[in-house]
């Protein structure tokens, strides 16, 4: 079965920097997805990034991007250029069974003036 | 603003009643999926729709049920309620349900039972 791993319950990060939200995963699929939602304070889920498990490259939207390292199953998130509206909480999620998203814990990220 | 919509936005009721939560997915989507975000449980899926059918089950409890309609908006009853089945309850949809494809999600229907 997937399983998505977030082991930073929270961080912090100053204005104008980048941060990195880790994420790993477990799956036996030889193809699948990683997604990148925000949830900001007014509940709604917006999604961000996705990353396919056969893309060559790491998947870039903006100021988002995924550090994708698939030997070590690891699709990391990184913000550049921090913004206030950017402090939220930030999940990541993959495909299980009939295309069901499993949800990491979240990472609550705080950017700091 | 995904596109995908949910009414109500806020629910307050009482333990024992019986809610409704509507959901219309974007337009050109089929696949619609419906999750509920907890303090304890964190995002879990409930069930999935397409075009009309369904499709998958996850951890839904008997008490709740759905379905998708032939204009595709879709509905999910919640009944009996329970205290633990305060909530916030998201619809998503996707275009025809592929493993590949971006789920959006709605705003929300946030639950409480009293």
């Known amino acids: 079965a997937q399983k998505i791993t977030q082991t930073q319950p929270g961080m912090f990060v100053q204005e104008k920097e980048a941060v990195t939200l880790d994420c790993t995963y477990d799956?036996?699929?030889?193809?699948?997805?990683l997604f990148w939602y925000k949830q900001p304070s007014s509940g709604e889920m917006i999604f961000l990034i996705y990353?396919?498990?056969?893309?060559?490259q790491n998947a870039t939207e903006g100021r988002y991007s995924l550090n994708f390292q698939k030997a070590r199953k690891s699709a990391n998130l990184v913000i550049s250029a921090s913004q206030l509206g950017d402090s939220a909480m930030y999940f990541c999620?993959?495909?299980?069974?009939?295309?069901?998203?499993?949800f990491g814990a979240g990472t609550r990220l705080a950017v700091h003036p | 603003d995904s596109g995908v919509t949910q009414t109500p936005k806020h629910l307050i009721t009482a333990t024992g009643q019986r809610v409704t939560l509507r959901c219309s997915p974007r337009?050109?989507?089929?696949?619609v999926y419906w999750y509920q975000q907890s303090l304890d449980q964190g995002l879990q899926f409930l069930i999935q729709?397409?075009?009309?059918?369904?499709?998958a089950k996850g951890n839904i409890l008997e008490r709740f049920s759905a379905q998708q309609f032939p204009d595709l908006h879709s509905e999910l009853n919640l009944s009996s309620l329970e205290l633990g089945d305060s909530a916030l309850y998201f619809c998503?949809?996707?275009?025809?349900?592929?493993?590949?494809?971006?789920?959006?999600f709605g705003p929300g229907t946030r639950l409480l039972v009293l």
């Open positions: 999620a993959m495909p299980g069974g009939y295309n069901k998203l499993i």
């Open positions: 799956t036996s699929d030889p193809s699948y997805g």
């Open positions: 990353q396919g498990s056969y893309d060559q």
């Open positions: 729709y397409y075009n009309g059918e369904e499709r």
């Open positions: 998503a949809s996707s275009v025809v349900g592929s493993i590949q494809e971006t789920q959006y």
């Open positions: 337009s050109g989507d089929l696949s």
